[in-house]
């Protein structure tokens, strides 16, 4: 054998093995048990859905929820007003103007309220649009901005 097909054949052979033992170690990874210090029992490390990080506070009981898979824009993108507007942006403003209200009440969620005034010839009415998201990422590079996802929204007349 000539000393080019040995050198190739041994850097084959470590990209498989490689790979082999990154299969089987990641296959192998259990979520270690967490010791109590006041009874001393193991609970195990649950996985919390993204959803769920979401602050629920009283006001989200408010508000009328809105499937998401209702929703025609998409549920994600760099900037959370422009994201929760896109969203709602079939829902016709007649004679009216909107304020948008962004919350951050942590780093990786944000809070879009919409209110939507509708002035008729007697009356004024509000519709209040609430739209919570979340970051799951970045985009491309490291100093782009933070994508985010819309987890929950909601209607309150």
Known sequence: ??????????????????????????????????????????????????????VADSERSSYKTIPLESINSSLQGSDPATLALNAFDDIPSVGGRRKVEVAYPQRNQALVTITQIKQGKNSVDTVKYRVEMTTFGR??????????????????N
């Open 1 to 54: 054998m000539s000393a080019k097909l040995k050198l190739f054949l041994i850097v084959v052979l470590t990209v498989f093995a490689t790979a082999a033992a990154g299969v089987f170690m990641t296959g192998r990874q259990e979520s270690p048990p967490i010791v109590d210090n006041v009874d001393r029992q193991p609970q195990q490390v649950r996985a919390i859905h993204q959803s769920q990080e979401v």
């Open 139 to 156: 985009s491309l590079f490291i100093s782009s901005p933070p994508v985010w996802q819309i987890v929950w929204a909601g209607v309150r």
